[in-house]
């Protein structure tokens, strides 16, 4: 007897193939996909205070210009004990809900990526939830995702391909990220910050994913960990780090050029990809220099890729004498670093830099920084400077996942466009960074040594002031003494009373998984 295959045909519409084995329908026989599935809204949230990171070099009696120069650091965002990685996601998601009008039974699907544990159990997600309870909706799929700052990416992968797949219903989905970056005393201290970023991702995107186009690595390697699960620090091997994230990069791009090859050999094309055939590219960013060096590291796969690359005049200029070296020999070569980073300055400058705003002013977030680096990208564009552009994006995650892909701009940057609505959504990012206030580093270091002595205590009321908050923040009014935690909303208008409490409940004690 025959065996019916049925393969989506179109919206609403169903063929069926005879004989054919699940999953070996022909591109061809494959019905239309939602088009252009990828970023519809982009919010992002960071804290209302900040440290300076030259104050910051006198308090900790470092050289003037180490975490300035040379990390390429400004400022450093940071929470006090009355935020965790709870509110910032409450604040973010509603942030978003309310700035583009959408109704919660609008979402289908909601995750969160974020190595901010303060559950072992009980995800984020669940605790956003009782943003959905006024409009009854329920029905949204998706729990956490962690990896250290890989954990948006994958949950933003994960919504992208729910939209394209038979589970879909129609709806929205939204990806979280948000963590809060703290390390104890010490040289790695200054590369922390915090914050938040919500996506809405669906089809019709001014932002949207490239079909095909993902270059992925995963490996072990004990880089970066948090084994302490009473700590919020992690354990960190910076120069193993450093090495894991450019191997990583190496093979992403390799991955990604590889499949843009054959992609472009399929259309008839034998074109040669290279860093130019990106408008921009954002990265990953625990801190600024490593993302400069990362753009240099792109540079040399280009050169050592390039049959015959000129040397006498372009980018490739005077570099032959690096013709014969070989990738993994060379991640802490000074003299490839070097003539490297000088070579790629000018593609640095045009693709890159812009992306950097919100990495230097509020510093890492773990894993919404690349996706801080995107924002900045677009704050710092018109919608016709963007217009049809290909956007690169690395993220990295340490332990360690990396994926490279790309994001295609719409060409409609017309007034009342979708494009054209978030970039006017992001335009205020400057004026907010400078809105903040900026906090002593002895202040500073105070709240560090407050959040390490009770951020996992039952029976807290947390003594942060709520007024230096921003308008709209969600923050943690106490922590009962069965761990429950208790957030409040300061209004969005100082005249309004703050909003009414979410408790946020564990499972009855009799529940079982």
Known sequence: SSVHIWVPFSAGTRRSHLGRMPGSAQISYMGPWPKDVGIIAL????????????????????AAGKYTVGLGQARMGFCSDREDINSLCLTVVQRLMERNGLSYDSIGRLEVGTETIIDKSKSVKTVIMQLFEDSGNTDVE?????????????????????????????????????????????????????????????????LAFERGLRGTHMQHAYDFYKPDLMSEYPVVDGKLSIECYLSALDRCYSVYRNKIHTQWQREGSDQRFSLEDFGFLVFHSPYCKLVQKSVA??????????????????PFTGLDAFRDVKPEETYFDRDVEKAFMKASADLFERKTKASLLISNQN???????????????????????LAGQRIGVFSYGSGFAASLYSLKVTQDHTPGSALDKLVSSLSDLGVRLDSRKKVAPAVFSDSMKLREDTHHLASYVPRGSVDDLFPGT????????????????????????????????????????
Not at 44 to 57: G, I, R
Not at 371 to 382: F, R
Not at 477 to 506: F, Q
């Open 474 to 513: 969600w923050y943690l009014t106490r922590v009962d003494e069965k761990h429950r935690r208790e957030y409040s909303r300061r209004p969005l208008d100082d005249d309004l009373p703050a909003e009414p409490e979410l408790v946020c409940l564990g499972a009855a004690a009799q529940v079982g998984e």
């Open 297 to 314: 590291r792109l540079m040399l796969n280009d050169f050592l890729n390039h049959p015959n690359p000129n040397t006498e005049t372009g």
């Open 363 to 385: 510093g890492n977030m773990y894993t919404p920084s690349v996706y801080g680096c995107l924002a900045s990208v677009i704050a710092e564009h018109s919608p016709s400077q």
């Open 43 to 62: 919010e992002l949230y960071f804290p209302s205070h900040f440290v300076d990171q030259a104050e910051l070099e006198q308090y900790d009696g470092v």
């Open 142 to 206: 998706g729990i956490d995702t962690t990896n250290a700052c890989y954990g948006g990416t994958a949950a933003l992968f994960n919504a992208v391909n729910w939209v394209e797949s038979s589970s879909w219903d129609g709806r929205y989905a939204l990806v979280v990220a948000g963590d809060i970056a703290v390390y104890a005393t010490g040289s790695a201290r200054p590369t922390g910050g915090a914050g938040a970023v919500a996506m809405l991702v669906g089809p019709n995107a001014p």
